[in-house]
């Protein structure tokens, strides 16, 4: 057979393929676009799917175009008759009101990252704020990300949905308190720099009904914290607290002791730290003081500046005996997961964070000092 025959052999072979099983290997190239690019251009029963792909993502930032309007801009790039049938994630940054009915046109938007900046907070005292009345979609979608905004437009954007899976609500400002929020259903709420009155809008503004999983990144707020899960423990199902103890603050850590549904709890903090007894004990006492049911409990050490070496030297000073007994009483307890990570996973410069797995003599040396009955259940992550 000739290498002409052997080529015609193997385009007919790809193309009789069923388009199931093509549309699947298309999906699993995922993001790179030079690929998608070039399978786009193989045959007609690739082009459709490839196109999809390709265009699945868009970002946009239109206030860095120069002396065309923004709304013209967006409408250019996403309206109809262009690739708007094929965008399932969009990312928006610096974000104007009569932007916004660009989303109308995206059918298949299923992830949407929101971010303005500080000028945004901005506000002229002396003249009314003007807020368009916001529109509704008539549907869910399945992430959220709103980044640097203020209150009024983070209430504004969450109107527009029936549903969000999860919603990741990011430095926060309350400015322009809404009055009447109203009530939104979030299946999972992540929470990070947000202040007292954010916190009070957000345990009012969530359906607690569906609430079912919430990650609280304290980072000073430990009394809020603790207020808003008071207010949604009736529901949720995961916690996850991020407690970075800057400044050596002693923070409060929540009580969730009366979230009866509670099945998966994890803790990232340093205070694992030996030399720190009183941050420690607050570790030991927050773990003693979960649910009953809990099922599944993480346990993260995070640094700022941590080699190797040093990680092993301070992972092996914590008193794991300590914390193994105070996590005995929990009798449904399933699997105990135990890891570490830089507090700044994108700061440059510093190479890849050092992990339990990479040290089987570390892991070994902490299922030694943790009480036997608890050993069959550590997984090191």
Known sequence: MSRDQMASADTCFVTSLPQ?????????????????????LVCHTWLSRSTQNLFAQARVCVRAVEGVADADVMYALLGPGRIHDYVTTLSMYQVLFEQWAVVKTLPRLRK????????????????????PEPFALGRSIDILVVYLMPLHLLDWILRMFDTIDTLDIHTIKDVAVPTKPAHHIVRSCHTKYIGRTVFNYIADALDTDGLESVTIDVDGYG????????????????????????????????????????????????????????FFDRTVAFLGALPPNVEHIGLVYTTYWTTAGELAQKVL?????????????????????????????????????????????????????????????????
Request: charged share 25%; with cysteine.
């Open 317 to 381: 000073q914590c008193a794991w005996d300590k914390l193994g007994f105070a996590l005995l009483k929990y009798t449904r307890l399933i699997r105990l997961a135990i890891g570490a990570e830089r507090d700044r996973p994108w700061y440059d410069g510093y190479p890849e964070y050092p992990k339990f797995l990479d040290d089987p003599s570390l892991g070994e040396s902490i299922l030694g000092r943790l009480p036997e009955e608890l050993r069959d259940r550590v997984v090191f992550v």
């Open 20 to 40: 199931e099983l093509i549309d699947k290997v298309l999906d699993e190239i995922g993001p790179d676009l030079d690929a998608l690019k070039s399978c786009s």
């Open 223 to 278: 009394v809020l914290a603790d207020a808003f899960v008071k207010k949604v423990e009736r529901s949720i199902k995961a916690y996850h607290h991020i407690d970075r103890t800057i400044n050596f603050r002693a923070l409060r850590s929540p009580v969730l002791s009366a979230c009866q549904n509670l099945t998966s709890v994890s803790l990232s903090t340093h205070a694992f730290n030996p030399n720190r007894p009183d």
């Open 112 to 131: 949407l990252y929101v971010c303005s900046y500080s000028d945004m907070f901005e506000q002229n005292t002396e003249a009314p704020l003007v807020v």
